[in-house]
């Protein structure tokens, strides 16, 4: 039953993985772009969530109503204003994106110091559910591996069952062409990158209440979106959250076998599905 359980919270947590890299994901699908500075975002998202909070006196969950619809207004300005003038070249929009983080990382330290910040969510960290004897499953990864199950099933039909989705599509396939049938790609882009930031506001608010998190958490939560998206393959988001899903296990089960291992573990597993099969488990171009 030890065993089962260490497989549940790992599953449990790829949930919150996939979160992270459904953003990465949706941006590199719709205009092959690798967002650098996306971690560090969602450290952004989790400040604005633990201020939020804290101002206004609610609790995280009602907060994102705000940060979610700020966090993609933000998103859009910043593609339309920055990162649409770098497009179409091979290194500025990676080096753009880098420079953004490090941007990032600097501003957070000297508006907050290196001080750490978790938001609060009562008894509700500590409350689980035990459908079997033995077997418990805490309410809040619960919650957050649903919310992430919501949210990729919710970009799949935007992606495929909508004009808007299908427009995306278009300008992913040939962005050249889609400007000449009237798309307007500068438009689509930065609607695309106001998703994945309102998507990196809910991972936020979620790794937020987890654990602490300081200026400099971003990389590593970089990493684990990156890891994800690669081991479920490029261009497919329920690959993105099958991703997760392994790698929570795979840290989980590291670190039922030795205490310093639940990184190290993730990072074989990567290593492995790399090795086996270059284009990850399930690889899809959104195209």
């Not at 065993?3 to 993985?17: A, D, E, H, K, S």
């Given at each position: 039953m030890d065993?089962?359980?260490?497989?549940?919270?790992?599953?449990?947590?790829?949930?919150?993985?996939a979160?992270?890299?459904?953003?990465?994901?949706?941006?590199?699908?719709?205009?092959?772009?690798?967002?650098?500075?996306?971690?560090?975002?969602?450290?952004?998202?989790?400040?604005m969530a633990f201020f939020t909070t804290r101002l206004l006196g609610?609790?995280?969950?009602?907060?994102?109503?705000?940060?979610?619809?700020?966090?993609?207004l933000v998103g859009y300005l910043l593609q339309r204003l920055?990162?649409?003038?770098?497009?179409?070249?091979?290194?500025?929009?990676?080096?753009?994106?880098?420079?953004?983080?490090?941007?990032?990382?600097?501003?957070?330290?000297?508006?907050?110091?290196?001080?750490?910040?978790?938001?609060?969510?009562?008894?509700?960290?500590?409350?689980?559910?035990?459908p079997v004897p033995g077997l418990y499953i805490g309410a809040l990864p619960l919650i957050q591996f649903?919310?992430?199950?919501?949210?990729?099933?919710?970009?799949?039909?935007?992606?495929?069952?909508?004009?808007?989705?299908?427009?995306?599509?278009?300008?992913s396939d040939d962005p050249e062409?889609?400007?000449?049938?009237?798309?307007?790609n500068r438009h689509l882009f930065g609607m695309a990158m106001a998703l994945a930031l309102a998507v990196a506001a809910i991972a936020g608010t979620f790794i937020a209440i987890r654990t602490n998190f300081d200026p400099f958490a971003g990389p590593n939560l970089l990493i684990f979106g990156f890891e994800a998206i690669i081991i479920g393959g490029l261009g497919s988001l329920w690959g993105t959250l099958a991703g997760g899903v392994l790698l929570g296990v795979a840290q989980s089960v590291g670190g039922e076998l030795n205490v310093a291992w639940p990184i190290l573990a993730g990072h074989v597993a990567f290593l492995m599905v790399l090795l086996v099969r270059r284009q990850g488990l399930f690889p899809k171009v959104m195209a």
């Open positions: 065993w089962l359980n260490t497989i549940v919270q790992g599953v449990l947590l790829g949930g919150l993985y979160l992270f890299a459904a953003g990465l994901s949706l941006i590199f699908g719709v205009m092959r772009l690798v967002n650098i500075a996306h971690g560090d975002i969602i450290v952004v998202t989790a400040y609610i609790d995280p969950f009602t907060a994102l109503l705000i940060v979610v619809p700020l966090s993609a920055l990162l649409n003038r770098t497009l179409g070249e091979d290194l500025p929009p990676l080096l753009v994106t880098f420079g953004l983080s490090v941007i990032i990382q600097n501003v957070l330290l000297l508006l907050f110091k290196a001080d750490s910040h978790k938001l609060q969510m009562g008894s509700l960290e500590v409350a689980s559910w035990m649903c919310t992430a199950v919501v949210v990729v099933g919710g970009l799949q039909v935007l992606f495929y069952r909508t004009p808007l989705g299908r427009a995306f599509r278009a300008t062409i889609a400007q000449l049938m009237g798309l307007d």
